[in-house]
């Protein structure tokens, strides 16, 4: 493929009811298996950004100007039909909290392989062994067990694999993940992050992955889009950004790295910028 | 090392809660003036020895000392009298929570002055005093929790710490529910404090947000001390393969001394032997 | 609180017509013009210009019963309040701090208060402990008691276990300060609330049972025996009930109003600061 698989340009989107503009002038492109970084942190409008590409923006707020292009197509006109045949195969996602996504009275098992009767046409038989092999693709010990698992057996870690299985399950160009690591405890992020590194590697997936820590993104992107206040303040390939940043919000942001976090032992040159 | 006893020494901790062991074996030393991490994840029992240490949960077995008093002999006469001189002091997570609601937040940091028997003239002028030591204008003191931001509650928890002088202040995870401002804002003043020889303990679920002002650091594991050691040590040649993990899977700006093949190895290992 | 309650239009009509109420219960056994108990040979006498509600049955003139009997209707309202408060809500604070014990007895006691029938209750003890205004209301206190009790442990076991006791236990804060400063303020809302409910009701049970003729000797009078009596005259003076009942529903409403004003200040003090509600 050529050109960008996902495209946001000088995207607004504005809250009728206040006529505020939450999201000003917001462009970046995700090249096919690249991977972009969106920083920001709660109010930036890095979620709306995302959503917006999704086609699930929250009812009252709308899109002001601007385009969102998935691969190669304009999605201003889609329907809520054209949306869903999108969504999951283009474009998934993972946000923070996976347990909002599945169904706690239904077995892990059924809810993957309902993904895939469903968007692949599969049946029964074929859609179960397709749900253990995407289950074991995500690095579930146990893939078996887990898929007769419900929802509250596994821990937080595992369902966001099991949620991140069930996006990557009709082979999307894009998977986006909004704060998919936020509320896990730092081992287990460093495995979700492993674990998106790897199928990039493996399958060629573009990665859009949103954060508010420079860090997590620094990990996986190599260029990074900086949001405050809906705005753009940073954009650039990460070295570049971490090295000699611009813009005094995203110096704060490596500053507080280098002062207060490991850099400060890993990076001896950087010791004494602080 | 010096010749001076610790300020608080942990000895043979064992908590229990009803049949399950929260820690066992747990020690922790931190001496005068010095700030000590005390690390560890969900389920690590790091929560369970903060409150140990200041007298909130009962322990099974093991001692306490804080400047020379063993305070889990205390009977709740003498805890009470303890508390009230102010020697050692905890900061809890939630700010919003640990202010009393229907209060001025300035009566909040006043009230253990006013234990103390303090006059309530002399107590506002401690409370003043204190609030600019932790960067906030003595006019907050009339308003209400609710009318601050989430960073001026933290800093205004971390004055009502303050204001007994104490030689020892336990802060559990300060840091975590902040954005980056109030964050950087926050380890100033806790900087500053270090720098007044205030002893330090930060609890803290992520050795990246707090490694860089602790003199050493505790890594606590299922409810043992796997390892302690200098920071800069424990950052650059960790020795238990937990802590190898944990300081390999912190996100960090640099490309970190620990990679994915080395994570996945290390993983493997912990799951073996624990 | 008490001042919140007055910048709302509801809480000001309460308490402005309690305050009549309050003034009647006082003032109104002075200002009856006549006697309110001996009868004269005037029975069923229509209104006039002497006596303006006219007379009941035996000849008593109604307006001298209805104000003579205010006191007797008011404060046997408050006085149900007032012990149910003493006997629930001190108790119910103190379930929480006195120990396993006083929590567990106090629990069951509770419990059995909720199981009695209420009105035959109240008959019952009338009937053991002779029949007066204070034995019926004490009946009726205790019997609405529990209310106060469930309702004030409450909120003192959710603040007991809230972090800003536990900070101030680290203060070294010993249990009276704690509840002096932390708890009462939390306490206070929902039991004002359920001190206004319960005049309301305790007003409709005290004219109830003086309806029936329960809790005062005959001929005292009452607001709810002024009303009994001349119900066997409807034909006579089909009239004679509004009064009383007007009065009673007054005041009902006008309690109800009160708690109503209590729960809508409660809920701008819990959220946002006192000082901030002030500004809007």
């Given at each position: 493929?050529?050109?960008?698989?996902?495209?946001?340009?000088?995207?607004?989107?504005?809250?009728?009811?206040?006529?505020?503009?939450?999201?000003?002038?917001?462009?970046?492109?995700?090249?096919?298996?690249?991977?972009?970084?969106?920083?920001?942190?709660?109010?930036?409008?890095?979620?709306?950004?995302?959503?917006?590409?999704?086609?699930?923006?929250?009812?009252?707020?709308?899109?002001?100007?601007?385009?969102?292009?998935?691969?190669?197509?304009?999605?201003?006109?889609?329907?809520?039909?054209?949306?869903?045949?999108?969504?999951?195969?283009?474009?998934?996602?993972?946000?923070?909290?996976?347990?909002?996504?599945?169904?706690?009275?239904?077995?892990?098992?059924?809810?993957?392989?309902?993904?895939?009767?469903?968007?692949?046409?599969?049946?029964?038989?074929?859609?179960?062994?397709?749900?253990?092999?995407?289950?074991?693709?995500?690095?579930?010990?146990?893939?078996?067990?887990?898929?007769?698992?419900?929802?509250?057996?596994?821990?937080?870690?595992?369902?966001?694999?099991?949620?991140?299985?069930?996006?990557?399950?009709?082979?999307?160009?894009?998977?986006?993940?909004?704060?998919?690591?936020?509320?896990?405890?730092?081992?287990?992020?460093?495995?979700?992050?492993?674990?998106?590194?790897?199928?990039?590697?493996?399958?060629?997936?573009?990665?859009?992955?949103?954060?508010?820590?420079?860090?997590?993104?620094?990990?996986?992107?190599?260029?990074?889009?900086?949001?405050?206040?809906?705005?753009?303040?940073?954009?650039?390939?990460?070295?570049?950004?971490?090295?000699?940043?611009?813009?005094?919000?995203?110096?704060?942001?490596?500053?507080?790295?280098?002062?207060?976090?490991?850099?400060?032992?890993?990076?001896?040159?950087?010791?004494?910028?602080? | 090392?010096?010749?001076?006893?610790?300020?608080?020494?942990?000895?043979?901790?064992?908590?229990?809660?009803?049949?399950?062991?929260?820690?066992?074996?747990?020690?922790?030393?931190?001496?005068?003036?010095?700030?000590?991490?005390?690390?560890?994840?969900?389920?690590?029992?790091?929560?369970?020895?903060?409150?140990?240490?200041?007298?909130?949960?009962?322990?099974?077995?093991?001692?306490?000392?804080?400047?020379?008093?063993?305070?889990?002999?205390?009977?709740?006469?003498?805890?009470?009298?303890?508390?009230?001189?102010?020697?050692?002091?905890?900061?809890?997570?939630?700010?919003?929570?640990?202010?009393?609601?229907?209060?001025?937040?300035?009566?909040?940091?006043?009230?253990?002055?006013?234990?103390?028997?303090?006059?309530?003239?002399?107590?506002?002028?401690?409370?003043?005093?204190?609030?600019?030591?932790?960067?906030?204008?003595?006019?907050?003191?009339?308003?209400?929790?609710?009318?601050?931001?989430?960073?001026?509650?933290?800093?205004?928890?971390?004055?009502?710490?303050?204001?007994?002088?104490?030689?020892?202040?336990?802060?559990?995870?300060?840091?975590?529910?902040?954005?980056?401002?109030?964050?950087?804002?926050?380890?100033?003043?806790?900087?500053?404090?270090?720098?007044?020889?205030?002893?330090?303990?930060?609890?803290?679920?992520?050795?990246?947000?707090?490694?860089?002002?602790?003199?050493?650091?505790?890594?606590?594991?299922?409810?043992?001390?796997?390892?302690?050691?200098?920071?800069?040590?424990?950052?650059?040649?960790?020795?238990?393969?937990?802590?190898?993990?944990?300081?390999?899977?912190?996100?960090?700006?640099?490309?970190?001394?620990?990679?994915?093949?080395?994570?996945?190895?290390?993983?493997?290992?912990?799951?073996?032997?624990? | 609180?008490?001042?919140?309650?007055?910048?709302?239009?509801?809480?000001?009509?309460?308490?402005?017509?309690?305050?009549?109420?309050?003034?009647?219960?006082?003032?109104?056994?002075?200002?009856?013009?006549?006697?309110?108990?001996?009868?004269?040979?005037?029975?069923?006498?229509?209104?006039?210009?002497?006596?303006?509600?006219?007379?009941?049955?035996?000849?008593?003139?109604?307006?001298?019963?209805?104000?003579?009997?205010?006191?007797?209707?008011?404060?046997?309202?408050?006085?149900?309040?007032?012990?149910?408060?003493v006997v629930g809500a001190v108790p119910g604070l103190l379930s929480v701090y006195l120990g396993r014990w006083f929590e567990w007895a106090t629990l069951r006691l509770v419990d059995t208060l909720i199981a009695l029938p209420f009105l035959v209750f109240a008959v019952a003890v009338t009937a053991l402990l002779g029949n007066g205004i204070v034995?019926?209301?004490?009946?009726?206190?205790?019997?609405?008691?529990?209310?106060?009790?469930?309702?004030?442990?409450?909120?003192?076991?959710?603040?007991?276990?809230?972090?800003?006791?536990?900070?101030?236990?680290?203060?070294?804060?010993?249990?009276?300060?704690?509840?002096?400063?932390?708890?009462?303020?939390?306490?206070?809302?929902?039991?004002?609330?359920?001190?206004?409910?319960?005049?309301?009701?305790?007003?409709?049970?005290?004219?109830?049972?003086?309806?029936?003729?329960?809790?005062?000797?005959?001929?005292?009078?009452?607001?709810?025996?002024?009303?009994?009596?001349?119900?066997?005259?409807?034909?006579?003076?089909?009239?004679?009930?509004?009064?009383?009942?007007?009065?009673?529903?007054?005041?009902?409403?006008?309690?109800?109003?009160?708690?109503?004003?209590?729960?809508?200040?409660?809920?701008?003090?819990?959220?946002?600061?006192?000082?901030?509600?002030?500004?809007?």
């Amino acid at each position: 493929m050529t050109g960008p698989v996902l495209s946001v340009d000088d995207l607004h989107i504005s809250d009728p009811r206040s006529g505020t503009e939450l999201v000003r002038g917001v462009s970046f492109d995700v090249p096919a298996g690249g991977a972009l970084g969106i920083v920001g942190e709660s109010g930036s409008g890095k979620t709306l950004t995302c959503r917006t590409a999704l086609g699930i923006l929250p009812a009252p707020l709308r899109v002001t100007r601007g385009t969102v292009t998935l691969l190669g197509e304009d999605t201003a006109g889609l329907t809520e039909r054209g949306w869903r045949e999108l969504r999951g195969r283009e474009i998934g996602a993972v946000f923070q909290d996976p347990g909002a996504f599945l169904n706690p009275s239904l077995r892990i098992g059924s809810q993957v392989a309902e993904v895939l009767r469903v968007g692949k046409r599969l049946g029964r038989r074929a859609a179960k062994a397709e749900a253990l092999r995407l289950l074991d693709a995500v690095h579930l010990r146990d893939p078996e067990r887990v898929y007769r698992q419900y929802p509250h057996e596994l821990s937080g870690g595992m369902l966001q694999r099991v949620v991140i299985a069930a996006a990557i399950a009709l082979d999307p160009q894009v998977l986006i993940a909004d704060e998919a690591t936020t509320a896990l405890d730092v081992t287990v992020q460093a495995e979700i992050l492993d674990l998106l590194a790897d199928l990039q590697e493996r399958t060629g997936l573009a990665l859009v992955v949103v954060s508010h820590d420079l860090a997590v993104v620094a990990q996986l992107c190599t260029e990074v889009v900086v949001l405050r206040r809906g705005e753009v303040v940073e954009r650039g390939a990460t070295d570049a950004v971490l090295h000699a940043p611009q813009h005094p919000y995203t110096r704060l942001l490596v500053d507080e790295h280098n002062r207060y976090g490991l850099d400060r032992y890993l990076a001896p040159e950087l010791e004494h910028a602080g | 090392m010096p010749a001076e006893p610790p300020l608080l020494q942990v000895t043979d901790l064992d908590v229990r809660y009803g049949r399950t062991t929260a820690l066992a074996g747990a020690a922790l030393t931190v001496h005068r003036g010095e700030t000590v991490g005390v690390i560890g994840e969900t389920g690590s029992g790091k929560s369970t020895l903060a409150r140990a240490v200041v007298g909130l949960v009962a322990p099974a077995a093991g001692t306490v000392t804080i400047a020379g008093e063993e305070v889990t002999a205390f009977s709740r006469r003498q805890w009470r009298a303890f508390r009230r001189r102010g020697v050692a002091q905890y900061v809890f997570q939630d700010p919003l929570r640990s202010l009393d609601p229907h209060l001025p937040v300035g009566a909040s940091i006043a009230e253990p002055l006013l234990l103390q028997g303090r006059s309530r003239a002399d107590a506002d002028a401690a409370v003043r005093a204190v609030l600019t030591r932790v960067h906030l204008t003595a006019d907050l003191a009339d308003r209400y929790p609710a009318e601050l931001s989430g960073g001026q509650r933290q800093r205004v928890a971390v004055a009502r710490a303050l204001v007994t002088d104490p030689q020892l202040v336990v802060l559990d995870e300060p840091v975590s529910a902040l954005d980056a401002a109030n964050r950087v804002r926050v380890l100033e003043v806790l900087t500053e404090l270090r720098e007044a020889g205030t002893a330090l303990v930060f609890i803290s679920h992520d050795l990246g947000s707090v490694a860089g002002i602790s003199d050493r650091v505790t890594v606590l594991h299922r409810g043992a001390v796997v390892e302690t050691a200098p920071t800069r040590a424990i950052v650059t040649a960790p020795q238990h393969p937990y802590t190898r993990l944990l300081v390999g899977s912190a996100p960090t700006l640099t490309t970190g001394a620990v990679d994915r093949e080395t994570r996945a190895e290390l993983r493997r290992q912990l799951l073996t032997v624990g | 609180m008490f001042r919140a309650v007055l910048r709302l239009p509801t809480g000001r009509v309460a308490v402005t017509v309690l305050g009549g109420v309050l003034l009647l219960a006082l003032l109104g056994p002075a200002l009856a013009p006549h006697d309110p108990i001996e009868g004269t040979d005037a029975a069923l006498a229509a209104p006039s210009a002497e006596r303006w509600l006219g007379t009941d049955y035996l000849g008593r003139d109604v307006l001298s019963r209805i104000l003579a009997g205010a006191p007797a209707s008011v404060f046997g309202a408050v006085l149900v309040a007032v012990i149910a408060l003493v006997v629930g809500a001190v108790p119910g604070l103190l379930s929480v701090y006195l120990g396993r014990w006083f929590e567990w007895a106090t629990l069951r006691l509770v419990d059995t208060l909720i199981a009695l029938p209420f009105l035959v209750f109240a008959v019952a003890v009338t009937a053991l402990l002779g029949n007066g205004i204070v034995q019926a209301m004490a009946t009726v206190g205790v019997l609405v008691s529990p209310v106060f009790y469930r309702v004030s442990r409450a909120a003192a076991l959710g603040v007991s276990r809230s972090q800003y006791v536990e900070a101030a236990v680290l203060a070294g804060a010993s249990t009276g300060w704690i509840v002096r400063r932390h708890v009462v303020a939390q306490v206070l809302p929902p039991v004002a609330i359920a001190l206004a409910n319960t005049m309301a009701a305790g007003f409709v049970v005290v004219s109830s049972l003086t309806f029936l003729g329960i809790g005062v000797q005959q001929p005292a009078p009452t607001w709810g025996g002024v009303l009994a009596s001349d119900l066997g005259y409807l034909a006579f003076r089909p009239y004679a009930p509004l009064i009383p009942t007007v009065l009673i529903m007054l005041t009902v409403w006008a309690f109800n109003l009160l708690a109503d004003a209590f729960r809508d200040t409660e809920g701008a003090a819990g959220r946002a600061p006192v000082k901030e509600a002030s500004t809007r």
